[in-house]
């Protein structure tokens, strides 16, 4: 009886046990699925630099190495006693060491390393003294990579590029930035400044979003606004020479508006020459943008004040019945629901209490992928990463956003080794995730899918440039074109069944596939994307010529728009008219024509543009932006929720938390190694064209006071560094007599230049281009620039380098040097150098369409 009694007491103590025990695993089960934190702080440490007396470039530390030779967003002078302070801020940070690298741009070599382990200590600073032992030559520039680590063996990387000046007058230049700059917040002194302003009559004055050097002083010191200054970062230094300097200043001010206390940030950018007499203003421009304030909300119209701004554009993604909305503002993403009159802080880097340096620096974006039909959001947040988990690193993270929990969770996480700035160049128009948990990435011109449920990271296409690929976000399909990457098989005629010479077509939901395909002897071109429907042309391989650079001209005798499927909605084609590209705007094709002219050396002439009109599907959007314009703010925009939704009262305001990840997200891709070549044009510190075409890339340059800057980190062309007279001496001439033709004469002279002696009877147009061939045969890098202007071009003779122009379509020159009023010339065709007056030079070679060939080093 005792045992039995044994036994029933250890059962039920084995029953009571299993069920208390079974309930706590449980609840510890559901509470590690759903435990969740706001993100953390910014805790990394800021750096800005101390030279001639001066503190100058903030600089924002990086996590993990960037590709340095690309990163060009300040310049840091140095005189020729070769000394520099760092001052480290550290904030939540120990700093430990300190490490530098002066690295040379032309070849990405380290010339000189060093380190610090004694820090001074002044005010909040901790501060570094470095003097560099290598000579460095003097108005070149290096890179200066700077490594900072701390008491928990963590390093973080700056970095800037340096320069070498003699007598750079950095502590005038930059007093006369701050007189300017604080004589535009006290109109009863600021008479000093109107003499730098190049005021025009006439011009529409209504908006504070941008002024520059050509409006008027009343707009220049912000008319009524009265602004006050909240925040000011040091100075920027974009650009430096002896004389010249380019510096942009970033701050933050506050203004009492009618609907209460407005922040803007405001950035000023400044291109001046100083000399002992005086300083002479080039340029001053000046963007100031509101941040976005939920409470500053216009309840009389139901309208999200958006302010004053540059970009009122808003991408508003709805769900189906339009219950919720989801817009990007300043970097956060923000969801309102209609019928709770809630607004949610989705996502934001900005912290509570901000030190208005780190959370709100400016290089990352968001981007919202799709919302479902109960309001969750799946979003993309790439760049640099402020604060959390990835602080202080270059990435882009897809999240999805939980309304009901009110929760976002991280699903991949891409890590990139470069800047925001180039990473938003390099990243296409696909970014989606389906319905199927697959997600579509177009980056380095490589076309990815990603399985969140697999975790399997598939390459569906590769070469395919962002030109030659469409997104149709409303109709879920992309449409893309690959390209070749060998330059000998450029000019093979393509089969039918060739993969790049079909039009590939996929359903992003579904993952079905088609392709537009020809017959063979024939080639396709991708065009773009209208309502909708795809936009392509026909190209007859006997159509095709080659200029005798070996560019090819691909006539298109006919273009076709069509659906998804392929079904023909419009057809365009006229007896003797080929077309060589196409645009659309709003409901137009705009077609760029040719006509057949076997007088010519190509075998075509430019005729008049032709259009398609295109039936666009008309669109109920109700929510709209709007403007109005008073008296003291001037032009202002809203975000109008349309007549039907009427806001009582100011939205109740949320912000999301994050969920605990603990499983890796992390998806790599990279760049291929046959990646193309690109050309980067800065101003300011900032990337205003990336291309393939340093022509283009040059032209935005001159426009906007800039540099160009190709794929090795090389600044190849600068406005305002050309001389104003130079000669080679040492081109030896070669002519049409020795058997050759013009252009391979001309090459011929370039390459024995660069000290190197090749047959270039072997060069043949119709097997690779000019540049191909030369790039075989030199160390150099040789660049072709098609559409520049003659002063544009001789920069190059400038830096002392041939370059080779077309005369017409089949002959070409060298040029080898200029002044004022004349170019000298090398022409294959006559013996003995020629001077051509500015204006012969001029518009011969616009003529030729302004093809110039040349080299960069």
């Not at 304030?293 to 309840?299: F, G, K, M, P």
């Not at 002439?605 to 666009?616: F, M």
């Not at 008073?630 to 349309?642: F, I, N, V």
């Not at 393939?692 to 800039?706: C, H, L, R, W």
Request: hydrophobic content about 35%; charged content about 25%.
């Amino acid at each position: 009886m005792k045992l039995i009694y044994r036994i029933l007491i250890l059962l039920a103590i084995f029953l009571g046990s299993l069920t208390y025990f079974g309930m706590n695993m449980e609840e510890q089960i559901f509470r590690l699925e759903t435990k969740t934190m706001e993100m953390e702080n910014a805790t990394l440490p800021y750096v800005t630099l101390f030279t001639e007396g001066q503190e100058i470039n903030l600089l924002h530390g990086y996590c993990s190495g960037l590709d340095v030779l690309t990163v060009r967003e300040s310049i840091t002078p140095i005189s020729s006693s070769q000394d520099l302070a760092v001052l480290i801020t550290e904030k939540e940070s120990l700093v430990k060491k300190l490490k530098y690298e002066v690295i040379a741009v032309e070849d990405g070599n380290t010339l000189e390393e060093g380190s610090c382990l004694v820090f001074d200590k002044e005010q909040d600073y901790k501060v570094a003294r470095i003097k560099f032992k290598e000579t460095l030559n003097k108005d070149t520039e290096y890179v200066l990579r700077i490594t900072l680590i701390t008491d928990q063996s963590k390093r973080i990387y700056y970095y800037t590029r340096i320069k070498v000046l003699d007598n750079f007058y950095l502590k005038e230049k930059l007093s006369f930035v701050s007189e300017f700059h604080n004589a535009t917040f006290d109109k009863d002194n600021a008479d000093n400044i109107g003499k730098y302003l190049e005021t025009k009559r006439g011009i529409e004055e209504n908006s504070f979003a941008k002024v520059n050097i050509n409006s008027s002083l009343d707009m220049v010191t912000y008319g009524d606004l009265n602004p006050k200054l909240v925040h000011m970062q040091v100075p920027t230094i974009t650009e430096i020479a002896k004389d010249t300097a380019s510096v942009m200043l970033k701050f933050i001010v506050s203004v009492k508006t009618g609907s209460g206390l407005e922040y803007f940030t405001v950035e000023e950018n400044y291109r001046f020459q100083y000399t002992s007499n005086r300083t002479y203003l080039y340029n001053y421009d000046r963007e100031m943008e509101a941040i976005f304030d939920v409470d500053r909300t216009s309840l009389a119209k139901s309208e999200f004040k958006l302010g004053i701004t540059n970009h009122p554009e808003v991408e508003v993604v709805s769900n189906k019945d339009k219950s919720t909305i989801a817009f990007v503002r300043g970097r956060e993403l923000w969801s309102y629901s209609l019928a709770e009159n809630t607004m949610v802080k989705v996502f934001s880097f900005y912290q509570n209490q901000t030190d208005f340096v780190r959370d709100t620096f400016d290089q990352h974006d968001i981007k919202i992928l799709r919302m479902d039909d109960a309001g969750n959001i799946d979003f993309l947040v790439y760049g640099y990463m402020n604060r959390g988990e990835y602080e202080g690193r270059v990435s882009l993270i897809l999240y999805s956003y939980d309304k009901t929990l009110g929760r976002i969770e991280e699903q991949i996480y891409i890590p990139i080794n470069t800047t925001y700035n180039i990473l938003k160049e390099e990243i296409g128009s696909l970014c989606y995730r389906n319905d199927f948990d697959v997600f579509y990435l177009h980056i380095f011109d490589t076309i990815y899918s990603y399985n969140l449920t697999t975790k399997t990271l598939k390459t569906i296409a590769s070469n395919v440039p962002k030109k030659n690929l469409y997104f149709s976000f409303t109709n879920k399909f992309i449409v893309y074109k690959e390209e070749k990457n060998s330059l000998e098989e450029k000019y093979s005629m393509e089969d039918k069944n060739s993969e790049v010479n079909k039009i590939h077509i996929l359903d992003l939901e579904s993952g079905a596939t088609n392709a537009i395909a020809v017959e063979n002897g024939q080639k396709l071109k991708l065009l773009g994307l209208i309502d909708n429907n795809i936009i392509y042309g026909k190209i007859n391989n006997s159509d095709i010529t080659v200029h005798e650079d070996g560019t090819v001209l691909e006539p298109m005798y006919e273009v076709l728009i069509v659906d998804s499927l392929g079904n023909v909605k419009k057809q365009y084609t006229k007896e003797g008219y080929y077309v060589i590209d196409a645009s659309a705007h709003d409901n137009v094709v705009e077609l760029t024509r040719v006509e057949k002219d076997n007088s010519v050396g190509v075998g075509y002439r430019s005729s008049e543009p032709d259009y398609i009109l295109n039936q666009l599907t008309t669109t109920n959007n109700t929510i709209t932006v709007t403007k109005r314009v008073t008296d003291s703010m001037l032009k202002e925009y809203y975000l109008s929720l349309g007549s039907s939704d009427v806001m009582e009262k100011l939205p109740e305001t949320k912000k999301t938390v994050n969920t605990i990840i603990t499983e890796d997200t992390t998806v790599r891709v990279s760049r291929p190694e046959d990646y193309r070549s690109y050309y980067i044009a800065y101003s300011y510190g900032k990337i205003i064209e990336f291309t393939s075409d340093a022509g283009k890339a040059i032209q935005v340059a001159n426009e906007q006071v800039g540099i160009v800057m190709n794929h090795l980190g090389q600044v190849i062309w600068q406005r305002g560094a050309k001389p104003s007279k130079t000669q080679i001496t040492n081109v030896s001439q070669i002519t049409k007599e020795s058997g050759l033709t013009s252009l391979q004469a001309c090459m011929k002279m370039l390459l024995q230049y660069k000290n190197v002696d090749v047959n270039t009877a072997n060069y043949n147009k119709n097997e690779q281009t000019a540049i191909a061939f030369l790039k075989a045969q030199m160390k150099a890098t040789p660049v072709e620039l098609r559409g520049i202007t003659l002063d544009e071009a001789l920069y190059f003779v400038g830096k002392q380098r041939p370059v080779i122009a077309f005369k017409n379509l089949e002959e070409a020159v060298v040029i080898t040097g200029y002044d004022n009023t004349s170019v000298t010339v090398l022409d294959p065709s006559t013996r003995g150098e020629k001077r051509w007056t500015y204006k012969q030079a001029e518009e011969t070679f616009e003529s030729a369409n302004s093809v110039f060939i040349t080299y960069v080093e």
